[in-house]
């Protein structure tokens, strides 16, 4: 699943091979592969310029918090790389990179990692010394930096994640929180893949996840090609395998995760940490360091998206409501640190109170500081 061959250096050449290629940065292009037309077809959309994946990321081309940051480092080096070309004026190239930084921050605001990867780039753009062209290499060498560093924060947080299961294990998930959702390899997808290659007999509940239905299309998708066993259910199918005892635990992403352990995920996620609780089913957070916003306090304080009324009434061009039918969508929901009996990082297994462990766990990765 290479759609161009081109470049396949970093992690992509250590250990196991990836078999899902969510995003790629070439000298001259990002290609993403198109979410919206999985499973039905495998496509992938080549963008030339810091707009085209700007409205790849808006219309959910792309989606994923850790693969929308990725994709928005290769839109930089893309607009750093056409800035160059078209100008050697410093301060003309300064201003582009400024228009597609604040361009692409505006795209989807919950995704901290949206915000992390556009401050990562726009260091090596605002101290550079030399010319634009050489800041244009400079650039993408850090887009392709911060791809193959997803990669290993995803292969890390599987790892690690992997220890709380045994043989057997019956794992629920939400959305889609896999390779599709990040560089190529996943945070809660990365742990399943994880303790499916240590036992091979574990069992998946996939939650279809309305109204975007990521999980009925992208997560099955994903587990099909990785010959994971699963079955698809719907949302509100959930509380009744728990409540029978047919839930061991319950793994899902996040989007943004705020100083005290708060955490914003796709809508629904907060329904089932609430289950989870009633019944006392581990409910554990799969996300990289780059998803912490230590600026944040609480859950009060994150940005919730609201998306379009017409991805609740349709779906796939197909009206599902009465003509004239009013809805509302919340992309997210904030489920709170209480909730979550753990959060699984790339630096280890992190427990409550959060608010002290996020903290130690930060000083030894990167987090929005």
């Known amino acids: 699943m290479n759609p161009s061959g081109t470049h396949d250096g970093g992690a992509h050449g250590r250990g196991e091979r990836l078999r899902v290629r ?7 292009a990002v290609v993403l592969i198109d979410q919206r037309s999985l499973p039905l077809e495998e496509r992938y959309v080549r963008c030339l310029t810091w707009r085209d994946v700007a409205a790849r990321i808006s219309d959910m081309t792309v989606r994923g918090a850790p693969a ?19 100008d050697d004026d410093v301060d003309a190239f300064r201003g582009v990179l400024a228009e597609a930084s604040a361009g692409l921050a505006a795209t989807r605001p919950t995704a901290v990692n949206l915000t992390w990867a556009i401050d990562e780039m726009s260091a090596v753009w605002r101290s550079w010394k030399g010319s634009p062209l050489s800041c244009a290499s400079g650039l993408l060498a850090r887009a392709r930096a911060i791809h193959d560093d997803d990669i290993d924060r995803c292969r890390r947080i599987g790892a690690h994640g992997a220890t709380l299961f045994g043989a057997g ?8 929180a896999g390779a599709l959702a990040t560089a190529g390899y996943g945070t809660a997808l990365g742990v399943i893949r994880s303790v499916f290659a240590e036992h091979p007999d574990i069992s998946v509940f996939v939650d279809e996840t309305r109204p975007f239905l990521q999980g009925a299309r992208l997560t099955a998708w994903e587990l099909s090609v990785e010959g994971i066993p699963y079955r698809l259910i719907s949302d509100n199918m959930a509380g009744h395998f728990i409540s029978r005892g047919e839930v061991g635990a319950i793994v899902v992403g996040a989007d943004r995760i705020a100083a005290n352990g708060d955490t914003a995920n796709k809508i629904g996620t907060y329904t089932l940490s609430v289950l989870a609780k009633e019944h006392r089913v581990p409910f554990y957070v799969a996300a990289p360091l780059t998803t912490v916003d230590r600026h944040i306090t609480s859950g009060a304080g994150i940005p919730i998206e609201e998306r379009s009324e017409d991805e609740v009434t349709s779906f796939a061009g197909q009206r599902l409501a009465p003509v004239g039918a009013r809805a509302l969508h919340p992309a997210f929901d904030v489920t709170p640190a209480a909730n979550i009996q753990a959060i699984i990082t790339e630096v280890g297994i992190l427990r409550a109170p959060y608010r002290r462990s996020l903290h130690a766990a930060c000083a030894e990765g990167k987090c929005i500081s």
């Open 169 to 176: 294990a019956r794992i629920l998930t939400h959305c889609n």
């Open 68 to 86: 929308i940051g990725v994709a928005a480092a290769g839109a930089l080096a893309l607009a750093g790389r056409e800035a160059a070309l078209r």
């Open 22 to 28: 969510t995003v790629e940065i070439l000298d001259d």
